[in-house]
């Protein structure tokens, strides 16, 4: 069991340009959550998924984020337009139930975004 | 909507003292609580939960949890600290309702001093 993987795991981007960070769950497990993580915000939830379908996008910003999961062993977070203030980590993770209960999140190791 | 507050931005102890990193939640519901420690430059790993039972919850390398919902808090412990464990610990909380999310709070930086 390799974990959640992300990749990459930095990013660098120029002002203005798109960047797409991809997400492998572990296998078999059925929900996917995105967050952001900023010295001063902290962890930020974005969105996640349940059996593929999107459950809540809550705190996805509306005009250049947008999360997909096309199949259940990967899913992708794109950033377009990218600003200053999108640079943060980028933590993906996975739950192996329905997220029906107490369930433990398993996080990847992150994507490190810095937008120049 | 429910909140943490972990009320400790940094806590710094000398290996082999105990510890207690603070977490107070406000939500009205039921609730699942939840920490988790976060290593520099990785991502966050389990370490312990409580939904109901006994308030206190063993975890991973003798940390404990203690939940009181009269003073709305879930503290982490541990007796007995090594360098190791240096590292950022998150208080987490999710409603008990189906497909809710979980809200983490700010971080306590714990420091360990060999």
């Known amino acids: 069991n390799a974990g959640v993987i992300q990749t990459p795991r930095h990013k660098v981007t120029g002002k203005g340009q798109e960047a797409t960070l991809w997400c492998e769950p572990i296998s078999g497990h059925s929900a996917v959550f995105w967050y952001r993580q900023t010295i001063v915000q902290g962890l930020e939830f974005l969105t996640y998924f349940r059996n593929q379908a999107p459950i809540d996008d809550s705190g996805m910003p509306k005009e250049r984020f947008s999360a997909q999961m096309p199949n259940q062993s990967h899913s992708t977070l794109k950033i377009q337009s990218t600003q200053p203030q999108d640079s943060a980590v980028y933590l993906c993770a996975s739950s192996g139930r329905d997220w029906g209960g107490p369930d433990t999140l398993y996080f990847g190791a992150g994507t490190r975004l810095s937008v120049l | 909507t429910q909140t943490v507050s972990q009320s400790d931005a940094h806590v710094t102890v000398f290996e082999g003292d105990s510890v207690e990193l603070r977490c107070n939640y406000s939500y009205g519901g039921s609730i699942y609580l939840s920490w988790y420690i976060q290593h520099h430059g990785r991502g966050l790993q389990f370490l312990l939960k409580?939904?109901?039972?006994?308030?206190v919850v063993q975890g991973v390398n003798g940390f404990e949890a203690e939940f009181s919902k009269s003073d709305s808090s879930f503290h982490l412990r541990k007796a007995s600290v090594h360098w190791s464990d240096s590292a950022v610990y998150f208080c987490?909380?999710?409603?008990?309702?189906?497909?809710?999310?979980?809200?983490f709070g700010q971080g306590t930086s714990l420091s360990v001093v060999p």
């Open positions: 409580y939904y109901s039972g006994n308030p």
């Open positions: 987490a909380v999710r409603a008990s309702s189906s497909f809710s999310k979980l809200v």
